[in-house]
């Protein structure tokens, strides 16, 4: 819709459920999301197995212990976290949320989250997950289908146009 009027409200690119009212974007449901997230975590095992497995060798998936020095902590850790949220920066989704056309928006504005927004969200995946999973079940019953991570940081999951 081109319309020359200075005085429109400017246009969203999220899809909207009914287009007439204009403010009601279309948000991504629990089993969606659950297939990106699946999707999302064999890539991330892809990318880290092979590298432990470099590093530690077979004895790796034999030992008892929880991590087994820095270089585990950083490959099973912080490399994850960093792909993450870097796909989240630059992307406003992982590669499992772009395989269904969705993207995370500042549940407020519509707009691409800060960064700030973006490490809350990530970190608000513990308190979801030690819950008993509870906090990314929330996204069932929500009206706007978030998780505890998206209230947290104040984010939305919507499908794009």
């Known amino acids: 819709m081109n319309n020359d009027n200075p005085y429109q409200a400017p246009q969203s690119n999220v899809e909207h459920i009914n287009p007439a009212l204009g403010n009601e974007p279309r948000y991504m449901g629990f089993w969606p999301r659950v297939a990106a997230s699946i999707l999302d975590n064999i890539l991330i095992i892809l990318v880290t197995l092979p590298l ?9 998936f034999l030992s008892d212990e929880a991590i087994k020095g820095p270089l585990d902590f950083f490959i ?5 976290a960093l792909a993450v949220i870097m796909f989240w920066v630059y992307k406003q989704a992982t590669p499992g949320k772009m395989i269904f056309n ?3 928006v500042d549940a407020k504005t519509g707009e691409k989250p800060t960064t700030g927004q973006w490490i809350i969200r990530y970190l608000g995946y513990i308190p979801s997950a030690i819950a008993l999973g509870l906090g990314f079940l929330w996204v069932i019953w929500d009206k706007k289908k978030q ?8 984010t939305v999951v919507v499908y794009q146009d």
């Open 76 to 80: 099973s850790y912080v490399l994850p």
């Open 52 to 60: 432990l497995f470099a590093v530690y060798g077979r004895s790796y």
């Open 147 to 154: 998780g505890w991570h998206d209230k947290m940081a104040g």
């Open 102 to 104: 969705a993207k995370i």
